[in-house]
């Protein structure tokens, strides 16, 4: 007996690479939590970063993936010191009033 084979949307695989690219979770456990392969997942992972067939200018993909992680390692970063200043302009506005 044949299984049937599971189709899923774009947008639940671009959550499911989220998952381990922003919200720095394992291949291997995101898969487990979410019911999918791990190898389904990280071929997901290198469609969606662009690492797909397309092996033309394989030194320039490794580049830009590069500055891609720096760019959002520093915009979590940057998206952190926000909440920080945030709930540092509450505490001040609670203490004045």
Do not use: C, H, P
């Amino acid at each position: 007996m044949k299984r049937k084979r599971k189709k899923y949307t774009q947008e639940f695989k671009e959550e499911a690479v989220k998952l381990i690219t922003e919200q720095g979770y394992k291949i291997t456990e995101a898969a487990r939590n979410l019911g999918v392969d791990g190898n389904m997942l990280g071929r997901w992972k290198r469609e969606i970063e662009g690492g797909g067939d397309d092996v033309s200018g394989l030194q320039g993909g490794t580049a830009m993936q590069a500055e891609l992680n720096r760019l959002r390692k520093e915009n979590k970063r940057l998206k952190m010191e926000r909440e920080i200043l945030k709930k540092a302009a509450v505490f001040f506005a609670k203490e004045t009033s």
